[in-house]
């Protein structure tokens, strides 16, 4: 095993490291820091949770001098990741005092305005550092070196545009380090545009497949939420994810979960940076906590020890599935993804089963009492001209259990073994390959939660009422 002292660091930094407990180099650090050192750029993939910070970070602080201005510029997708970077940077160069300043929006400008003036490394969003520029109070003439974090990310929320802006404002002459959990036709773009002859490093996934356990639960959507409080219940769980695919079913969840006196709390764009902020360190310092949160926590951040991650919706890329499920099952220790599904997740999660290489066995319902839910109100989520919720839901009639039902037919999988990914076919009577079941013409078997229900023989719907 590769030690930090083979990398070529300085004795001050191992000193460093030593005192904030880390031991021993990830494969990210161990292939990058040397190449950092020796003035390479970098193109490299890697996965949420693989150490690039201090990847990036050991040795362009080895090479930064206190109060020669703005040396390092480290542009990332989101305020959550720019304020870990930026912390993570502090602590790896205290010994040399530098100066490290996040700019990002959601805060007022004046104090980082100050930051800036006295900068050594600056931290930012692109959004929120072309206002500074705009306004001329950052100085980025003096940059060596250029790190876009989480570069993927960045591109998928439209920052490409931003991104290529800010890099003209950065000398040409300086070190490029790219990091992105894909390889995409935009970033081998910007990769073969703005960097020079870059060493591609990739490395494995951080998380352990070996310590993740994947299953899913086909449910009725009205009763999705039910099993969720349920399963929350019975697993063995500490620290927990529960991932939306909207804001306004993150704030539903987390409203009603702490109705049945579960500790939750929403985390996604429309909170106030502080808000979010506070939320985030109540996650790390609690012990038995729910986070419900977008995919904007999915990507980037340093959350540790999540025993539990569960998707109440299945997100539409399969890529976002991996990143959420990588949140769980780091460093060794075992996780559990638990999938919801509904008839609404079918399409979605088909694309899940066919874009990776892992099973997600299902698992039989256990019995759950069907709760009340306490709704949003009309003005939270709006109506479409079909009269439905905009968060794609209907509302029960207030004189049976309140939760979300929907227009579309139960549908069901087609049997009860574990599915395997798109290639892996799994024989029939017939010789039928069979794969994700799509939406039957059923009846209403039965109210029992527990019981099962025959596989879907149609691909056309009809409407069914509750």
Not at 35 to 50: F, K, M
Not at 223 to 250: D, G, H, W, Y
Not at 371 to 384: A, E, N, T, V
Not at 434 to 450: A, E, F, Q, V
């Amino acid at each position: 095993m590769v030690k930090f002292s083979e990398l070529g660091l300085s004795e001050e930094f191992l000193k460093n490291l030593e005192h904030f407990k880390y031991e021993e180099p990830t494969e990210i650090q161990e292939k990058a820091i040397p190449l950092v050192l020796q003035g390479e750029d970098i193109l490299g993939g890697s996965a949420t949770g693989s150490g690039k910070t201090l990847a990036f970070g050991a040795g362009i602080i080895e090479k930064i001098t206190h109060g020669e201005g703005i040396k390092a510029l480290v542009l990332t997708p989101t305020r959550e990741l720019a304020e870990q970077v930026c912390v993570s940077l502090r602590d790896f160069s205290s010994y040399k005092r530098l100066n490290v300043a996040p700019v990002y929006g959601g805060v007022a400008m004046g104090p980082q305005i100050d930051n800036l003036k006295f900068a050594d490394i600056v931290v930012a969003t692109p959004g929120r550092l072309l206002d500074h520029i705009q306004q001329r109070t950052v100085n980025l003439s003096q940059v060596k070196y250029l790190i876009l974090d989480e570069a993927d990310r960045m591109l998928d929320m439209g920052f490409l545009p931003d991104v290529t802006r800010i890099i003209q404002y950065c000398p040409k002459e300086r070190q490029t380090l790219l990091f992105s959990a894909t390889a995409s036709h935009e970033i081998l773009q910007i990769a073969g545009r703005y960097m020079k002859h870059p060493k591609e490093i990739a490395v494995q996934n951080y998380v352990d497949p070996s310590k993740l356990t994947q299953v899913f639960y086909d449910v009725q959507i009205n009763e999705k939420f039910s099993l969720l409080v349920q399963l929350l219940r019975q697993e063995n769980s500490k620290l927990v994810m529960i991932f939306c695919n909207t804001k306004r079913v993150a704030d539903f969840i987390a409203k009603n979960l702490r109705l049945q006196n579960i500790d939750a709390m929403p985390l996604h764009g429309d909170l106030s940076q502080n808000k979010r902020q506070q939320v985030l360190n109540q996650f790390h310092k609690s012990e038995k906590f729910v986070l419900v949160c977008t995919d904007v926590a999915a990507r980037g951040l340093d959350i540790k020890e999540v025993s539990h991650v569960y998707n109440y919706d299945i997100p539409k890329n399969p890529l976002d599935y991996i990143h959420r499920i990588g949140r769980t099952a780091r460093a060794g220790k075992e996780g559990k993804a638990i999938n919801i599904v509904a008839s609404n997740d079918y399409e979605n999660f088909g694309r899940v089963i066919r874009g990776n290489d892992f099973e997600i066995k299902r698992e039989d319902n256990p019995k759950f009492e069907i709760l009340m839910i306490q709704s949003s109100s009309r003005r939270d989520f709006g109506r479409d001209s079909r009269g439905r919720s905009r968060d794609g839901f209907s509302r029960r009639d207030s004189s049976s259990p309140r939760g979300y039902h929907s227009n579309s037919p139960r549908g069901d999988f087609r049997e009860r073994r574990p599915y395997r990914s798109h290639g892996e076919e799994s024989s029939s009577e017939g010789g039928e390959s069979r794969g994700l079941g799509r939406p039957r013409r059923s009846s209403y078997h039965s109210r029992d939660s527990s019981r099962s229900r025959d596989g879907p023989r149609s691909y056309r719907p009809r409407r069914t009422h509750y």
